[in-house]
C-alpha cells in the first residue's frame, strides 16, 4: 500500500470512531501517524519538486503580506487600490499566474503586498498553482483571506488548505520543550495531565521515532499543537479576513453574512473603494510593527522617516536593519522615550525600543 492510501486509510478510522474521553487517546495517535505520513511524502515530493522550484519573490520593504483567495474574489483590484499596482484584473478565473508585487504605505512604513494567483480546493496537495502559492504565504509576516461576499464558507477552504500547509493562523507557537538525547528514554514533566496525558505523549514520540527525550508541558496544549511541535516544520502567521465586493449586497443581507462568519472580518468592496482605509490600518496593526527616530550624535531626531521594526526589537536588531557594518561596529547607544528609565539612558545591544523611541548609536571607529 502506497502512503496516500495509508493516509486516506487512517482518516477513514478517524471518521469512524466516535469522539470521546475514551478514544482521545486512539485518535490522537491515528493523527500523528498521519502527520507523519504527510511529511514522509512532503520530502519525498520536495525533493522530486526542487527543480521546478516555487515563486522567488523579491523581498523589499518593513514586512510582506500575503493575499490569498479563490479565483475572482478581487485580489488583484485590491493590490492595485492599496497600492498602486499594476495587476491584471479579469472577469475571468485564473487570470493572476505569477506573483505581483506592490508597496503599500501606511504610517511610515512601507508594506510589501504580494497578489498571488487563486487558489482552489486541494492546493495544499498539489492542485493547480497552489502549492507554489502557499508557500509564499508560508513566509509572509501576514496573510490576508479575501472572499467574496457571497461565498463566505471560502473561509474554511483556505484556513484548511493553509492549515495543511503547516500554517498556523493566529496562533502563538505552544510554549513547551522537547529535548531529544541520545539515551535515557522518555522523560515528561507534565504540569496539566488533563490535557494531554503522558501515554499519549509517549505515543507521539514513537511515531515519531523519539525513544530519549526530555519533555516539559507547562501549559495546556491540545494533540494537535503537540504533534506540531514534533512535526517541527510549522509556521505561525497573523491573518485578516476580508470580505469583498461589499458594493453587490444590501446592509442588511451584509450584516447576516458577517455574523455568519463569526469570526473578525473587514467587509470592503476592493473595487468602489469603501473601507479600505481600516483595513490599512488593521493590516498595519496586526504587522505590530513600531517606528523608531534615529537621532545622529549631536543632532536632531528624524520624525520624517522612522525605522520600522517589529515589536520587541532589540538595539541591536536595529543596528542590523540599517547596515551589517552597523551592527558590527555598534558599542552603546543613548536613548529617550517609552523604553528610557530617563532621557538618554545609555543603553546596550539587548534593549529592547519602544513605539516612537528615539535613538543614538555610538559606534566603534
Ligand atoms: N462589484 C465588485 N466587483 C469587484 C470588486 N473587486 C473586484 N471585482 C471584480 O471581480 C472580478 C475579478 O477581480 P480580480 O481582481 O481580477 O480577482 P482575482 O482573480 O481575485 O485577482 C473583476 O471583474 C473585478 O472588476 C468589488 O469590490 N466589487
Ligand atoms: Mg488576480
Request: charged letters at 25%; aromatic letters at 4%; glycine letters at 8%.
Amino acid at each position: 500500500m502506497g502512503v496516500p492510501e495509508r493516509i486516506k486509510e487512517i482518516e477513514d478510522e478517524i471518521r469512524k470512531t466516535q469522539i470521546n474521553k475514551a478514544t482521545n487517546h486512539h485518535i490522537g495517535i491515528l493523527r500523528a501517524k498521519i502527520a507523519r505520513l504527510k511529511q514522509e511524502q512532503e520530502e519525498k515530493s520536495g525533493r522530486a519538486s526542487k527543480s521546478t522550484g516555487g515563486y522567488s519573490v523579491r523581498r523589499s520593504g518593513d514586512a510582506t503580506v500575503a493575499i490569498i483567495g479563490l479565483p475572482s474574489v478581487g485580489k488583484s483590484t485590491l493590490l492595485n487600490n492599496l497600492t498602486g499596482a499594476d495587476s491584471k484584473i479579469g472577469a475571468f478565473d485564473f487570470t493572476t499566474l505569477d506573483v505581483v508585487p506592490g508597496i503599500m504605505k501606511y504610517n511610515g512604513a512601507k508594506v510589501q503586498i504580494l497578489d498571488l494567483p487563486g487558489i482552489i480546493k486541494g492546493a495544499a496537495s498539489g492542485k493547480g498553482f497552489g502549492k507554489k502559492v502557499l508557500s509564499v504565504a508560508r513566509t509572509s509576516n501576514l496573510i490576508i483571506m479575501v472572499v467574496d461576499v457571497f461565498k463566505p464558507d471560502q473561509t474554511d477552504l483556505l484556513r484548511n488548505e493553509l492549515g495543511q500547509i503547516g500554517i498556523r493562523l493566529d496562533q502563538k507557537p505552544p510554549n513547551i520543550t522537547v529535548d531529544k538525547k541520545g539515551s535515557g528514554g522518555i522523560q515528561i514533566t507534565n504540569l496539566v495531565p488533563e490535557s494531554i496525558s503522558n501515554s499519549l505523549i509517549s505515543g507521539i514520540l514513537r511515531i515519531n521515532k523519539i525513544h530519549h527525550a526530555r519533555v516539559f508541558i507547562p501549559e495546556p496544549i491540545t494533540t494537535e499543537q503537540f504533534i506540531d511541535v514534533i512535526s517541527g516544520n510549522r509556521v505561525y502567521v497573523n491573518s485578516v479576513t476580508i470580505l469583498n465586493k461589499v458594493d453587490l449586497v444590501d446592509k442588511k443581507s451584509l450584516d447576516e453574512i458577517i455574523t455568519k462568519i463569526g469570526s473578525n472580518c473587514i467587509p470592503i468592496s476592493a473595487d468602489k473603494d469603501r473601507n479600505l482605509e481600516d483595513l490599512k490600518d488593521a493590516i498595519y496593526q496586526q504587522l505590530d510593527l513600531i517606528r523608531i527616530y534615529l537621532r545622529p550624535k549631536g543632532g536632531v531626531a528624524d520624525y520624517e522617516e522612522p525605522l520600522i521594526v517589529p515589536r520587541n526589537s532589540s538595539i541591536i536588531e536595529i543596528c542590523a536593519k540599517i547596515h551589517r557594518d552597523v551592527e558590527k561596529n555598534f558599542r552603546y547607544a543613548y536613548i529617550w522615550g517609552t523604553s528610557a528609565k530617563f532621557k538618554g539612558q545609555k543603553v546596550g545591544k539587548k534593549h529592547i525600543v519602544e513605539d516612537e523611541d528615539v535613538v543614538t548609536l555610538i559606534n566603534a571607529k
